[in-house]
């Protein structure tokens, strides 16, 4: 935000004379939904708890703040802040999780973790609202509304299930209007089907390259599903919905060609637009920081560092956008920098792994072949950090590839 920290003093009454402040008093609080756990550490939020009285929600996702623009060696101070915010609460009265992370994997974007979070909260008996009137609200704020509702109704199945069950399980199918009646005692089932999984990260593979891209995608996954269905049953699907995901994720790496695309959605803008006030690009200017790898920008340690782009570089986003169908080709510019290299290699390697759990899986190494399937997830970051990532996965694959067919020799 450009004023700082947004802080939000909400109170709920019968009445408007049941509220007697436009503040919270120091103690007073009853909940803290803490969307940036920095913000929520600080002594203006934690001056508002009474311990063993307050409960909390926080989001454990790392906000960019302006520090690590300027100190490339500042590390995000999470232990630190959880135990501050502990310590203030009461070790029971938190729960930590990284809502952004859950949003980015259950919704495509980052931007719906504070309704999740709020869900989570209102589960957890937390906010005394009947769900109708949330839902209400929504509507009337007719911004993403069932996007805000679907993840809502996440945040209950976290509360419920406990936030790493969509972690560990990646089966869910999202809960209908007919099996909710509100009730935070009635279990809740979340779960998208595995054919409306496959149909959505078809459809980002559409945008983000073309159909043809996309029916590479699917065939492979359907390839999965026909030897998992041989093996495991027809209703079996946690393989083939962990190859499905981690899949796209290496199909969907994010270069020039999608870091163009993405700042040209309109949902890009339609966050912009809820943040500030005014027209972006227009009341208010612009700018990018970026790290392209072909301008080679290094610090004084070698590390990568980014350079401040001006409003112009929406206009060259909407020239290099269009020449997305070079990706890959022998035509592609970026192509041959190391960074692109890497990531069509891990993709290869991967397409690889695939075929030899096809080829040997058993009812006795399934567990070992889900392993193996779910290793591109701890893949992070980007340049020098995403290189040292792959080193470490490329370790763990190699043991579950030797754990695979050891437990294949000994099915046969």
């Known amino acids: 935000q450009k004023g700082g920290a947004v802080i939000s003093h909400i109170q709920i009454g019968y009445a408007p004379k049941d509220l007697y402040a436009t503040r919270i008093g120091i103690g007073e609080a009853d909940v803290i939904l803490g969307c940036d756990s920095l913000v929520a550490a600080s002594k203006e939020i934690t001056s508002k708890a009474h311990k063993n009285r307050t409960w909390g929600v ?41 809502a952004n992370r859950k949003a980015l994997k259950l919704l495509g974007d ?18 005394p609202l009947h769900l109708d009137s949330i839902m209400r609200a929504f509507e009337l704020n007719n911004v993403a509304v069932e996007k805000n509702k679907e993840a809502f109704a996440w945040g209950r199945h976290l509360a419920v299930h406990g936030p790493d069950s969509v972690d560990t399980d990646p089966g869910f199918a999202m809960m209908t209007s007919e099996e909710d009646e509100g009730s935070r005692s009635k279990p809740i089932k979340m779960v998208e089907s595995l054919d409306a999984l496959v149909a959505r990260l078809s459809k980002r ?16 996954v359907a390839s999965v599903r026909e030897v998992e269905h041989s093996v495991a049953g027809s209703h079996a699907r946690r393989l083939t919905q962990t190859v499905a995901r981690n899949l796209h994720k290496l199909m969907a790496y994010k270069d020039e060609y999608e870091v163009a ?68 080709t022998a035509f592609d510019p ?67 590839l030797k754990q695979l067919t050891t437990n294949t020799n000994l099915a046969a």
């Open 334 to 400: 970026f192509g041959r920098h190391p960074d692109r290299v890497l990531e069509r290699r891990i993709l290869a390697e991967y397409i690889e792994v695939i075929e030899q759990i096809k080829l040997s899986l058993t009812d006795n190494n399934y567990d070992n072949a889900l392993e193996l399937a779910n290793y591109p997830d701890d893949i992070r970051g980007y340049g020098h950090i995403k290189e040292k990532s792959v080193e470490d996965v490329e370790q763990k694959r190699e043991r579950l």
């Open 58 to 98: 926080i989001n454990q996702a790392k906000t960019p703040t302006a520090e690590i623009m300027v100190n490339r060696k500042w590390r995000y101070p999470t232990k630190i802040t959880e135990h501050d915010i502990r310590d203030v609460l009461g070790a029971d009265q938190v729960e930590f999780f990284d």
């Open 205 to 220: 593979l559409v945008e983000y390259q073309n159909e043809q891209y996309a029916e590479r995608f699917k065939n492979i």
């Open 110 to 127: 980052t931007i719906f973790a504070n309704p999740l979070l709020m869900g989570f909260a209102w589960q957890k008996g937390k906010i």
């Open 261 to 328: 695309r993405l700042y040209l959605k309109e949902e890009f803008y339609e966050r912009l637009r809820r943040q500030f006030e005014g027209e972006p690009g227009k009341d208010y200017k612009l700018y990018v920081h970026l790290s392209p790898p072909s301008l080679n920008l290094k610090d004084g340690e070698g590390a990568p560092r980014k350079k401040k782009f001006g409003p112009w570089i929406f206009n060259a986003f909407k020239i290099l956008s269009k020449f997305k169908f070079l990706r890959g």
